[in-house]
């Protein structure tokens, strides 16, 4: 089985900064593209941002240079750091992984973490 585990949400002042960890873990061949999205209150879950295996990252526009995604293939880790936050980032925040297995090519979803921004 594979699992994916985020951290680092939490309360925050807007103006401020958090990062966001999620590190997989299981039977693991390969983790391909990874990526973030959140939820925010009361509406549907919504893409944040991807990075290919080789460091390629694409952002929603309404993160595009707040937000910045990095990754640990060593580590099977993923980041998602977070500046100028606003209280419209307020959501929980999933983590996604394309994940290679010995059976299958799919993705997989953390648990979420919770993200608020004070005004």
């Known amino acids: 089985q594979v699992q994916l585990v985020e951290s680092g949400g939490g309360l925050v002042q807007a103006g401020g900064s958090l990062r966001l960890s999620c590190a997989a873990s299981g039977s693991i061949f390969g983790l391909n593209t990874m990526g973030w999205y959140r939820q925010p209150p009361g509406n549907q879950r919504e893409w944040v941002g991807t990075?290919?295996?080789?460091?390629?990252?694409n952002y929603a526009d309404s993160v595009k240079g707040r937000f910045a995604i990095s990754r640990d293939n060593a580590k099977n880790t993923v980041y998602l750091q977070m500046n100028s936050l606003k209280p419209e980032d307020t959501a929980v925040y999933y983590c996604?992984?394309?994940?290679?297995?010995?059976?299958?090519?799919?993705?997989?979803w953390g648990q979420g973490t919770q993200v608020t921004v004070s005004s």
């Open positions: 996604n992984a394309v994940v290679t297995t010995i059976a299958t090519v799919r993705d997989y």
């Open positions: 990075i290919t295996r080789g460091g390629r990252t």
